[in-house]
Structures are given as C-alpha cells and as structure tokens.
C-alpha cells in the first residue's frame, strides 16, 4: 500500500497548487512557513522569497500594529516542547486547523512585491499541533476589485469613507516615506490611489528643510508631540494636523497626518477683515485701522527715534456738492480725493477715511518738508483734474516736535486743520 504521510503530503501540495486563493502559513513569530501558488500569483514573490521571512513583508505600516496583537494574543499560551520539536511540517499542522475556528471574511489591505496596495478578501484560521495548542495562523486571501467591497457591510463603509474624505489623510514611517493615503479633498492636485506610497513627504510638500514647516512638525510627531498649523501649498491653504503613529504596544512607529484644504475658508476671513477695516465707498482704512497703525507707528518710531508725519484733510465744500448735485456728486468727489491721496502715498504709507469729509495720511520716516511737499502735491492735483475743481484743506502734525502720543499728533494736526478753515487761506498750514 502507498505510504499514507507521502499521499497526504503530496495531496495537500497539489491543493494548495490548485486553489486560486493565496494560502499561507505564520508562525507565532510572525514568519511565514507556507506560501502556495496562488499567494505567489497574487503577491508576485516566488516561495523562496517569501518563507522564512516576515509576514510584515505584505503588510502596510498601519497593519503592523494589528499583527502584533494578533500574534500576542495567540502564543499567550505557549505550545509545549513536544508540540514544538513536532516532527509534521505545516502542511499537516494546516490539515488540523479545523473548520470550527474559521474567523469571519475581513476586507484588508497588503502590499504587492511591486508596492502597490491590494485590496483583499481575508480569513485566518489557527494552525495547531496534536495537543490542540496554536502553533501558527493559516491566512487565505482573494483580491477584491474596489466595488466589491460593499459585499462586506462592517468595512465598507469605512472604507469608502477613507477613499473620499474631504481632505487628505496620510502614514508614514520613521523615515518619513509615505506608507498609506486616502482622500480626495486636495483640489489643487489630482492624487490617484497609491501614487504616493514610497515617496518621501519632503517629495510631497517640495521642501527639504527639516527644520521648516511642514517637515519640522513631522520630526517632532517621531519625538510624540502633535501639531495642528496652516501651510500655504501650490495655490492652496491647508490646515494640517501631524502627530505620531504608534504600534500597538505605544512604540511610534511614523507619523499620522490630516489635511484639509481651507482657501475658501481663508479667503472669506480675509475679505471679512478687510471690509472690518476699511472704508466701503472709498476703499481706504477706516477709523479703527487708522488708530491702530497710528499708534504702533509712534511705539515703532520711539524705539527707532526716527520722524514721521500726520496729515488730516478736510474736502471743501461736500455739503454744497451735496446739496447743489446730490449725494452721488458728493460720493464722486470723495472717491476723487482718496484715489489722489492712494497715488501721491508709498506703499509704506497709510491713506484713511477719518470721518464724514475728513481723511488722514500717515507719512513713515518723513519730516515736516516731506508732509508739506506730498500735501502741496495732493490739493494740486485734485484741483487740475476734477470737474468740477475740488478743494482740500490740510492740517500737520510732526512726532515727535507736536506730540509723542497718537492723541497729540491728531490733536495739533487738526488745530492747523481748523486754522487754515477759517481763514480760508490758499495754503497749506504746517508747524511755524
């Protein structure tokens, strides 16, 4: 009679050979001990490859953690020595799993020979010896297209979620290659499935500086601390949080990061801020903005001892224009007044909205001659090019001759401001 060992050796060989399904065997270490064909097939390393190396080998980074408790929890009680020194090689430990401890179908990942992710069916079963101890898990495999993984309602869902967050969400290792992402709420770039992994994050980003942002705060998430910051990227603004990736024993393994792309968000911010701090009809600051930079002007310029200038403008005659040509005449002519003051200023400057008619200028680094000149420049201007000629007058205030406070600046500027109303006189009033 044919030896029975050989027949169901050879028998269990050929059947593993035949199945489509990727089969093998791991030992409590975690090193695979049987690796059929079809695993061969659907991983693409050959046998001697694969065995005797680490199941990790298949494994994406956020995997990791879940091999090592499901190994724990199976050599929690130890096969004894007999079972160990147990002459039968996998194959006939595999014929004893018994269909009683077959684990429900898991929707998983794993990593083909090439890198790219797969998507499989999964289901593992414990390999155990004569006493009935584990010795092993038994793992078969069939990849999945990404629809079907609605045949599996607990991780689908999920799953899909993952696939279509609004915003990006990343894994990386120690060394800060990419090991896993999903989303797709990065509009300012199309990311396929799986065109990241290896790539590095300084890759990602375009930055190879460790030490600026968004690199610093991936080396501090491998130190454990967490970062939640903005980063301008391509033409976007994103919000981004980064902390460490840890094992299932706490040891951090990479990094974990979000991202969530807010330039709309940012963008109504800014506008929000603008139009809180400057004039609607002229488009100039307004009173609130004008205070501020004034009086950090003057802190700025008592650190520095250096001059500036204040300029107050009062337009002549609105009420008239109003009450002669109507509010929009008078509208006109304000908007006159600030697009002159705009041209005549630097971009160091300030040009605001005081008030009703009146509108004030602050001059960085400039002294009395300066404000004079660029004032002499405004009502000339205004008077040759508006029709009909609009008037201005203009009163300065020089720090720190007419004041060291915002208050005083303003106060001595629009005294000569009130003196040269009412006397009427063709000229600019400055300090005598």
Do not use: M, W
């Given at each position: 009679m044919p030896d029975a060992r050989f027949s169901r050796d050879h028998l269990l060989t050929a059947l593993l050979d035949f199945v489509e399904d990727a089969i093998l065997c791991v030992s409590l270490d975690g090193r695979i001990e049987t690796w059929s064909a079809g695993?061969?097939?659907l991983y693409?390393?050959?046998?001697?490859?694969?065995?005797?190396?680490?199941?990790?080998?298949?494994l994406p980074l956020y995997e990791l953690?879940?091999?090592?408790?499901?190994?724990?929890?199976?050599?929690?009680?130890?096969?004894?020595?007999?079972?160990?020194n147990a002459k039968d090689p996998p194959l006939r430990q595999f014929a004893r799993t018994g269909e009683a401890e077959a684990h429900p179908i898991e929707l998983s990942e794993r990593l083909h020979k090439n890198g790219s992710r797969l998507l499989v069916a999964l289901q593992r079963r414990h390999v155990r010896a004569d006493s009935g101890e584990a010795v092993g898990i038994l793992e078969m495999a069939r990849r999945l297209d990404f629809h079907e993984a609605t045949w599996f309602p607990q991780e689908a869902p999920l799953r899909l979620l993952m696939e279509q967050a609004p915003g990006f969400l990343w894994t990386t290792d120690r060394n800060l290659k990419i090991c896993t992402h999903w989303g797709n709420g990065l509009p300012a770039a199309t990311i396929r499935t799986n065109s990241l992994v290896g790539q590095s994050v300084c890759h990602f980003f375009g930055s190879a500086d460790r030490h600026s942002t968004p690199l610093a705060e991936h080396c501090d998430a491998l130190r454990g601390m967490t970062s939640h910051f903005e980063h301008a990227w391509k033409s976007s603004v994103l919000e981004i949080r980064v902390g460490p990736l840890r094992s299932g024993?706490?040891?951090?393994?990479?990094?974990?990061?979000?991202?969530?792309?807010?330039?709309?968000?940012?963008?109504?911010?800014e506008q929000a801020l603008y139009q809180a701090r400057h004039d609607a009809l002229t488009g100039l600051a307004n009173y609130r903005e004008f205070i501020e930079r004034l009086e950090l002007e003057v802190h700025r310029a008592e650190r520095s001892h250096r001059?500036?200038?204040?300029?107050?403008?009062?337009?002549?005659?609105?009420?008239?224009?109003n009450d002669l040509q109507g509010h929009l005449a008078?509208?006109?002519?304000?908007r006159r007044l600030a697009a002159v003051m705009n041209e005549h200023c630097r971009s160091t400057d300030l040009a605001a909205r005081y008030g009703g008619d009146e509108f004030a200028v602050v001059l960085i680094d400039s002294d009395r001659g300066m404000a004079e000149n660029v004032a002499q420049r405004i009502e000339r201007r205004l008077r040759a090019d508006s029709q009909p000629p609009?008037?201005?007058?203009?009163?300065?205030?020089?720090?720190?001759?007419?004041?060291?406070?915002a208050a005083e600046l303003i106060e001595a500027a629009d005294q000569r401001l009130y003196h040269r109303k009412k006397t009427q006189e063709p000229r600019i009033v400055a300090a005598t």
């Open positions: 695993a061969e097939r693409g390393y050959a046998p001697s490859e694969a065995i005797g190396r680490s199941l990790s080998l298949l953690p879940q091999l090592g408790l499901q190994l724990q929890k199976n050599g929690s009680s130890r096969p004894s020595r007999d079972a160990q024993f706490g040891e951090i393994i990479g990094c974990l990061g979000a991202a969530v792309d807010i330039t709309h968000r940012k963008h109504s911010e001059s500036f200038t204040l300029l107050l403008l009062d337009l002549d005659g609105l009420k008239r224009i008078g509208n006109r002519a304000l609009l008037g201005v007058s203009i009163g300065i205030g020089v720090y720190p001759d007419d004041g060291r406070t």
